[in-house]
């Protein structure tokens, strides 16, 4: 799903509530207000989805795979998600899946 097919769904399952426009604006300022917080290193937790949080990766060698070379890869802060127990067991119980079978 893309951003602007998640805008079209939260306008038509909410049309009294929100336009399009509105949608849009709603779905821009969460991604914003997520992003904000991430860069300043809180957690965030939505119960029942899951919650996303910033984890530092140390710097290690690396290898180029093309020449072999080792290569320096230096130390960042990467998104970390973890999927909360109501969204694993929706995901898990999803028709068609391999467990259905």
Same mark, same amino acid.
């Given at each position: 799903m893309t $951003?602007? %097919?998640?805008?079209?769904?939260?306008?038509?399952?909410?049309p009294s509530l929100l336009g399009q426009r509105e949608a849009e604006h709603a779905v821009?300022?969460?991604q914003e207000t997520i992003t904000h917080a991430l860069v300043r290193?809180? $957690?965030? %937790?939505i119960r029942g989805f899951g919650s996303f949080m910033v984890h530092q990766r140390a710097p290690r060698q690396g290898r180029n795979p093309r020449t072999?070379?080792?290569?320096?890869?230096?130390?960042k802060r990467v998104?970390?998600?973890?999927?909360?127990?109501?969204l694993r067991q929706a995901v898990d119980k999803q028709p068609g899946s391999a467990a259905d079978t």
């Open positions: $951003r602007s %097919e998640l805008v079209e769904l939260l306008a038509k399952k909410l821009k300022v969460l290193g809180q $957690r965030i %937790e072999g070379e080792q290569v320096a890869v230096p130390a998104v970390h998600f973890k999927p909360g127990k109501a």
